[in-house]
C-alpha cells in the first residue's frame, strides 16, 4: 500500500519534465498586458483638459492636485481654465481608476506602465511638466472609443491628443 | 510515582507563517494536547466601516477590494446589491450575467487559494500551491482583460458592471472553460487519495453540524458539516436562480471533507459559468444614474455566498452621498466562532492544518 505514493509522484514529475513550462523570465521577457490593464503612467492631454478637478473630486483618496486660472484656452472646448499645478501622489494611489471614469472630456488615462520604482516617496508625485512631456500610450480602461480601434498601450504608437476622443 | 505536570501556553503568530496573515492565537498545551485556544485579532485592522462614512456610495466599492483580497469580486457584488436595494435600482441583464461570471470565477481563484495553502500547512511545502497558482494566474489574466487588474478589481458598480467585457474575453473563457475541468482532474489525481493528505486529514478537527449552525458559520465550513445551506439556492441573488447547480455537501465535517467540498465547489462553478456564457443576453451593462447617488432614508442588508460564506452588507442611508453606516458582516471572522470546537482536543501539528482548512483571510477579519 505504502510505497505506490512514491511511485505515483515520481510520474507526475516525469509528466511535468515534457510540458510547456508556464513561467515567464520578466526582465526579458515582457509579461503580456490587456489593453485595459491599468497601470501607472497617467495619460494627461493638457489641450483637452478643461481644469474642472472632477478627477481631483472623485478620486477616493483626494491625491490629485490641481490648481488653475482663468483665461486658459481648451483646444475642443473654448474657453476654459488654465491649468497650473496637475500633480497626482502615485505614491498612494490605489489604481482604481476613478478618476478617469469621471473625467468628462476625455483628458485623462489609467497609463499602462508598472515599473516606476523610486527610492525616495517624493519622486512618486507624477507633476505637470512629466504629464506633458511624457509619451502618452492612454490605457483603453474606460474608453470605448480607443478599444473600438483596437489599440494596444503595451508596445503601441503613443497617441496624440486628436486620436483619443469620442 | 507520579511526574508533576503543568499546562504550557505558546503564543502562536501574529507574524508566523502558518497564520495566513496577522493572526494571534493563545493556545495552552498539555504536552502536545491543546487545552485551550484563544483567538487574538485586531492587527490588520483599517477602520474600512468607519471609512466607508466618508465616501461616496461609487468610491466604497474601492475600500470593499480590501476586505478580503481573494475574492474582491464577490465583496464588490456584496456591497453593489446592497446599494442597488437601498437606492431600488435595477441593474439591466446583461450586467447580472457578467457579475455571476465575475463571481464564479472569483469563486474558483479563491478556493484554488484555499486549496493550495491548506496543502502548503501540511508540509507539502509551495509544489502544490504552485500547481493551484498556475491556474489562479489564468483567472486573474481574465480579469484583467475585463477590468484591467488582477487583485483589486473595482469592476462593478452601483446599477451595473463598469464596463462591458472586451471581444477577446468570450473566446478567451471558451478556452479556460475547456481546459480547467482537466487541471481540476489533475488536482485530484494528485491529492485525492493521497495517504498523507488521508492519514493527516481524515477525521481531524471533525466540527459537528449543529455546532456549526449554532456558531453561524458558513460557506463551505457550514456545509462541509453536511448542512445544506448556500445563499445562492435559498436567496438567489442577480440570476442565480435561472441556473442549474448542485451544492456539494460533506457528511463528517473534517478536514479532508472541507478539502474534497472546495474542489467540488470548483467544479460547480465551472458548470455556472458554462451556462451564463451560453445564455447572456445582448445589451447595456450599466443603468443611467448619477455619480453621486443618493439613497432614500432607510436601511438595507444585501448578501451573497462568497467564496468563505455569508458575506453581508448592511447600509443605513440618511438621504445623503455616502453611507450613514456601513456594517461588514463578514464570513472569515464568524467562521472563525468554530475555532474552539474543533481545535481543543487536537494535536499541535493538527492544529495549523485545521486552521488552514477554515480558510480565513486577515483583510475580512479584522476590515
Ligand atoms: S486611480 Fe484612483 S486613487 Fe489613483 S488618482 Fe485615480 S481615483 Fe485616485
Ligand atoms: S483631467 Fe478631466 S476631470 Fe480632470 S480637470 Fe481635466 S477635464 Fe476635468
Known amino acids: ?33 490587456s489593453p485595459r490593464f491599468r497601470g501607472e503612467e497617467f495619460a494627461w492631454y493638457e489641450e483637452r483638459c478643461t481644469g474642472c478637478a472632477s478627477c481631483a473630486k472623485y478620486c477616493p483618496l483626494g491625491i490629485i492636485r ?65 504629464l506633458r512631456s511624457s509619451e502618452r500610450r492612454p490605457s483603453t480602461w474606460f474608453r470605448p472609443q480607443l478599444e473600438e480601434r483596437d489599440y494596444r498601450p503595451q508596445g503601441g504608437e503613443p497617441l496624440s491628443w486628436e486620436e483619443v476622443g469620442r | 510515582m507520579t511526574l508533576r505536570t503543568e499546562p504550557v501556553t505558546i503564543n502562536l503568530g501574529p507574524q508566523h507563517p502558518s497564520t495566513h496573515g496577522v493572526f494571534r492565537m493563545r493556545i495552552t498545551f498539555d504536552g502536545e494536547v491543546i487545552l485551550d485556544v484563544e483567538p487574538v485579532f485586531g492587527y490588520l485592522h483599517r477602520g474600512s466601516e468607519k471609512l466607508a462614512e466618508e465616501r461616496t456610495y461609487a468610491q466604497v466599492v474601492t475600500l470593499t477590494d480590501r476586505l478580503d483580497y481573494v475574492s474582491s469580486m464577490s465583496n ?35 478556493h484554488l487559494v484555499a486549496t493550495g495553502f491548506f496543502l502548503n500547512d501540511l508540509g507539502a511545502l509551495a509544489t502544490p500551491l504552485m500547481y493551484c497558482f498556475r491556474e489562479r494566474e489564468k483567472i486573474l489574466d481574465l480579469f484583467e ?19 462591458d467585457a472586451p471581444t477577446e474575453f468570450w473566446p478567451a473563457i471558451r478556452d479556460f472553460l475547456s481546459f480547467m475541468p482537466e487541471y481540476v ?143 461588514i458582516r463578514s464570513p472569515s471572522l464568524i467562521n472563525l466562532t468554530v475555532l474552539r470546537d474543533i481545535l481543543i482536543g487536537w494535536k499541535l501539528a493538527d492544529m495549523i492544518v485545521t486552521f488552514g482548512s477554515i480558510d480565513i483571510n486577515m483583510g475580512e477579519v479584522d476590515r
Not at chain 2, 76 to 98: D, H, S, W
Not at chain 2, 233 to 255: C, H, M, Q, S, W
Request: hydrophobic residues 40%.
Open chain 2, 185 to 327: 482532474d489533475e488536482y485530484e489525481k494528485m491529492l485525492t487519495g493521497n495517504e498523507i493528505l488521508l492519514s493527516r486529514t481524515k477525521d481531524v478537527g471533525i466540527l459537528a453540524g449543529e455546532t456549526a449552525i449554532n456558531c453561524s458559520a458558513s460557506g463551505p465550513v457550514l456545509r462541509s458539516a453536511g448542512v445544506n445551506w448556500d445563499l445562492r439556492k435559498a436567496d438567489p441573488y442577480d440570476v442565480y436562480d435561472r441556473l442549474e447547480f448542485d451544492v456539494p455537501v460533506g457528511t463528517v465535517g473534517d478536514n479532508y471533507d472541507r478539502y474534497l467540498l472546495r474542489i467540488a465547489e470548483i467544479r460547480q462553478s465551472l458548470r455556472i459559468i458554462e451556462q451564463c456564457v451560453d445564455q447572456i443576453p445582448e445589451g447595456p451593462v450599466r443603468e443611467r444614474i448619477p455619480n453621486l447617488v443618493r439613497p432614500p432614508v432607510g436601511d438595507a442588508y444585501a448578501h451573497v455566498e462568497s467564496p468563505k460564506g455569508e458575506l453581508g452588507f448592511y447600509l443605513v442611508s440618511d438621504g445623503s452621498i455616502a453611507p450613514y453606516r456601513c456594517k
Open chain 1, 66 to 130: 490641481i490648481v488653475t486660472h482663468p483665461g486658459g484656452a481648451n483646444v475642443p472646448e473654448g474657453d476654459s481654465y488654465a491649468i497650473d499645478v496637475f500633480d497626482i501622489d502615485i505614491g498612494r494611489c490605489m489604481f482604481c481608476g476613478l478618476c478617469v471614469e469621471a473625467c468628462p472630456y476625455d483628458a485623462l488615462f489609467m497609463g499602462s506602465g508598472f515599473e516606476r520604482g523610486q527610492y525616495r516617496r517624493d519622486d512618486l508625485i507624477i507633476t505637470v511638466d512629466e
Open chain 2, 145 to 163: 482583460m475585463l477590468c484591467g487588474a488582477r487583485i483589486t478589481l473595482s469592476y462593478m458598480r452601483v446599477g451595473g458592471v463598469f464596463q
Open chain 1, 1 to 33: 500500500m505504502y510505497g505506490i505514493g512514491i511511485a505515483k509522484g515520481l510520474m507526475v514529475t516525469l509528466t511535468n519534465l515534457f510540458r510547456k513550462p508556464f513561467t515567464i523570465q520578466y526582465p526579458e521577457e515582457a509579461v503580456p498586458q
Open chain 2, 76 to 110: 464588490n457584488l456584496a456591497y453593489v446589491l446592497a446599494v442597488e436595494k437601498l437606492a431600488g435600482i435595477q441593474p439591466p441583464e446583461r450586467a447580472m450575467y457578467l457579475r455571476v461570471i465575475a463571481a464564479e470565477l472569483q469563486r474558483i481563484s479563491s
